[in-house]
């Protein structure tokens, strides 16, 4: 019986893969607005039908992961980032690490990169998936500063990071924008912004 499972589970993540890899092929070499779902299950040899069943989100979800990884590197980020370390400081290298803020990627992680931050729906679903992170991300500065995860500064801090991959990613220097940020949640409102 577990032979089969993990047999099936292979499978699964087998046909993601092909799907993921024959939709990011086609959004590089046609655009993203030109290529159809049908397509990309044509690509990818299996029925639009097994198409929706693998990504019930449709076109935009075939290239991402689920979004599960996001939160267990960032909420490993914050739990095991080295003494003497601030939680702030632990999720800004963290960040800085992935997506558009480096350029050590792998080739086919970077045209990834790049195909996400220049097609706006793909960006949006982006957004979403970091911001589906909140939630486990809040609980993890909690736990950390001794307050509760429904504290409103808590809540408000975790949103703030997960933001900042939609809203640095497209600068001219992600990363100059992305120290911006979080210089400006280190130090809270600048004293020119708070006098009237």
């Known amino acids: 019986m577990g032979t089969t499972m993990g047999r099936r589970e292979r499978k699964k993540a087998q046909t993601r893969q092909a799907l993921s890899e024959a939709a990011l092929r086609l959004f590089s070499e046609h655009g993203y607005d030109g290529v159809t779902v049908a397509q990309i299950a044509d690509e990818a040899d299996v029925s639009i039908a097994t198409l929706f069943a693998h990504v019930p989100d449709g076109k935009e979800a075939l290239i991402f992961d689920d979004g599960a990884e996001r939160r267990v590197w960032l909420v490993s980020a914050v739990r095991d980032r080295p003494p003497g370390q601030s939680v702030l ?6 960040l800085a690490a992935r997506g558009p803020f480096t350029d050590d990627l792998p080739p086919e992680l970077r045209r990834k990169r790049d195909l996400i931050v220049s097609t706006p ?3 949006e679903y982006s957004r979403k998936l970091w911001i589906a992170s909140e939630g486990a991300l809040a609980e993890a500065i909690a736990a950390e500063s001794g307050r509760d995860p429904s504290d409103m500064t808590v809540r408000a801090l975790a949103r703030y990071v997960l933001e900042i991959p939609e809203l640095a990613g497209t600068e001219p220097d992600p990363l100059a924008a992305l120290h911006a940020i979080f210089d400006l949640l280190e130090s809270g409102c600048p004293a020119s912004l708070r006098e009237a």
Not at 89 to 94: H, M, Q, S
Request: aromatic content about 0%.
């Open 89 to 94: 400081e632990a999720l800004r290298r963290c």
């Open 121 to 123: 729906a793909l960006r």
